[in-house]
């Protein structure tokens, strides 16, 4: 596997980025695009907690994919005055995702604005990462195939990517968006069709934004405790229909057949993962 670094990159233009990364779908670390955000000197731990410490929030742990009638539900809920406490001071597996804390506390909003270097934001598509030290999001794409601005707070976040053409040797699980290799523990006797992937590798510090192409594999791992914001873009009408098939397929198919398959579903897509890959090292 080789790994290379993402560029970092300051006082871009609209038209400079697009001709350089959209349309290559490059990855690039933009360290100016949330400098005037409010949000960025504002959203500090003592903040968060004290204005919005009350909400119940779920949280995911490590079994996540886990096959079964747990796969892809929360572990557990908890307070978030509780659980930014936890991060903050503890390594955890445990992260908050997949929950739209703007429907709980609108104001936030007011404390970041939609980007101007593209077009096509979606502005109810808004969501916070956070995760404590240790904690890792498994390697995969995003399932609605946008393209996606995260912003990193306070601390550092280890970001590993992969262009989408590189999929044949991540062990892409059949009829989902996941991978389940550790790109920073890789398995070469278990997967051997890794060591041939190419992709790149940043740490994100406060205040840096991560561009992610559409469909660019990432893996991301908390360095230390903390949280980010994501906003999603869409390039165009076929990367939007790209990523309503991805959903149905998803909801249809995968969560339909690990309800009546359970755990033979899961071992069913590791196989036929294993099994393009080989042809790809034949």
Same mark, same amino acid.
């Given at each position: ?32 695009? %949330?400098?005037?955000?409010p !949000?960025t ?18 949280? *995911? ?25 936890? +991060?903050?001071?503890?390594?955890t ?5 997949? *929950? ?5 506390a ?7 604005s939609?980007?101007?270097?593209m ?18 999001? %498994? ?6 195939y ?8 306070q601390?550092?976040k280890?970001? +590993?990517?992969?262009d989408?053409?590189q999929?044949?040797?991540?062990y ?5 968006v996941q991978?389940?290799v ?5 398995? *070469?006797d278990?997967?051997? %069709? ?8 940043? +740490?994100?510090?406060h ?8 469909g ?5 791992? *908390?360095?230390?405790g ?6 999603? !873009? ?12 991805? +959903?149905?397929r998803?909801?249809i198919?995968d ?14 897509k590791?196989d036929? !993962?294993?099994?393009r %890959? ?5």
């Open positions: 596997m080789k790994l290379k670094p993402i560029e970092k990159v300051s006082g871009l233009s609209s038209k400079e980025f697009q001709e350089q990364y959209l349309k290559t779908k490059t990855p690039v670390v933009l360290k100016d695009l %949330a400098a005037s955000w !949000a000197d504002k959203w500090t731990w003592e903040f968060l907690s004290s204005e919005y410490g009350h909400l119940e929030v779920p949280l *995911y742990g490590k079994d996540y994919h886990k096959a079964g009638k747990g796969y892809m539900t929360p572990t557990t809920t908890m307070k978030l005055g509780e659980y930014l406490d936890l +991060i903050r001071h503890k390594p597996d445990l992260r908050m995702f997949l *929950y739209n804390i703007f429907e709980h609108p104001a936030l909003s007011n404390d970041f939609m980007p101007t270097i077009d096509g934001f979606l502005k109810n598509h808004q969501y916070m990462f956070f995760g404590g030290a240790g904690a890792k999001v %498994a390697l995969h794409y995003d399932i609605d946008s393209c996606v601005f995260h912003t990193h707070f601390t550092q280890e970001c +590993i990517l992969f989408e053409d999929r044949i040797h991540l892409n699980h059949p009829f989902t991978s389940h550790d790109v920073l523990n890789p398995d *070469y278990r997967f051997p %069709a890794l060591r041939h992937a190419e992709g790149y590798h940043t +740490i994100l510090e205040g840096e934004t991560l561009f992610m192409p559409m660019c594999w990432h893996f991301m791992h *908390y360095v230390v903390g949280y980010s914001l994501s906003l999603r !873009a869409n390039a165009s009408l076929m990367t939007k229909a790209k990523g309503l098939m991805n +959903i149905s998803h909801f198919v969560k339909g057949m690990n309800k009546i398959m359970g755990e033979k579903w899961k071992t069913l590791e036929i !993962a294993h099994k %890959a080989d042809k790809v090292l034949t």
